[in-house]
């Protein structure tokens, strides 16, 4: 996984407010090519948009980070049901999860800061709340590396 391309976050819920979304169970293909659908509100699509086909996107959960995904294409796609609560998404591949999201980390221990994310939308890494903690500390670059080592993908070499 390279993870100069992880670049995005994504908050994501269950629609029953009791159970996780996306978990394990969820994933299609887990051994293979694993996947799943990622979901977005109506009206969205410009947003579902943004991310480009192998960036990668953080997402958290109940301020839990629980995956990195990577979407496979650029294509929004629709469930094709009107009664849908998140009716458009893009197909990702799930490339870290915590299998156990109960002892997933916090997200204000991955970013290093206190997070005030609400909503299902995209948000870049590069966006204003996370300059203020990171430019004067390296910027994206510094962000990625804390977040590759609080989530235990590699050690800093130095």
């Given at each position: 996984?390279?993870?100069?391309?992880?670049?995005?976050?994504?908050?994501?819920?269950?629609?029953?407010?009791?159970?996780?979304?996306?978990?394990?169970?969820?994933?299609?293909?887990?051994?293979?090519?694993?996947?799943?659908?990622?979901?977005?509100?109506?009206?969205?699509?410009?947003?579902?948009?943004?991310?480009?086909k192998e960036d990668l996107i953080l997402l958290r959960q109940r301020t839990k980070v629980t995956h990195i995904v990577m979407p496979i294409d650029?294509?929004?796609r629709d469930v094709g049901q009107a009664d849908h609560p998140h009716p458009i998404y893009r197909l990702v591949q799930v490339m870290w999860v915590?299998?156990?999201?109960?002892?997933?980390?916090?997200?204000?221990?991955?970013?290093?800061?206190?997070?005030?994310?609400?909503?299902?939308?995209?948000?870049?890494?590069?966006?204003?709340?996370?300059?203020?903690?990171?430019?004067?500390?390296?910027?994206?670059?510094?962000?990625?590396?804390?977040?590759?080592?609080?989530?235990?993908?590699?050690?800093?070499?130095?």
């Amino acid at each position: 996984m390279d993870l100069s391309r992880l670049k995005w976050t994504k908050n994501v819920n269950h629609p029953d407010p009791t159970k996780w979304a996306y978990g394990v169970h969820e994933i299609s293909y887990p051994y293979l090519f694993p996947e799943l659908r990622l979901h977005w509100a109506p009206n969205e699509h410009t947003n579902a948009k943004r991310v480009p086909k192998e960036d990668l996107i953080l997402l958290r959960q109940r301020t839990k980070v629980t995956h990195i995904v990577m979407p496979i294409d650029d294509e929004v796609r629709d469930v094709g049901q009107a009664d849908h609560p998140h009716p458009i998404y893009r197909l990702v591949q799930v490339m870290w999860v915590k299998p156990d999201f109960e002892k997933a980390p916090d997200q204000n221990t991955v970013f290093d800061f206190l997070v005030r994310l609400e909503g299902g939308d995209v948000v870049s890494l590069n966006a204003d709340q996370f300059g203020a903690r990171w430019d004067s500390r390296g910027g994206l670059p510094a962000l990625q590396n804390h977040i590759a080592e609080t989530l235990g993908l590699f050690r800093r070499i130095g």
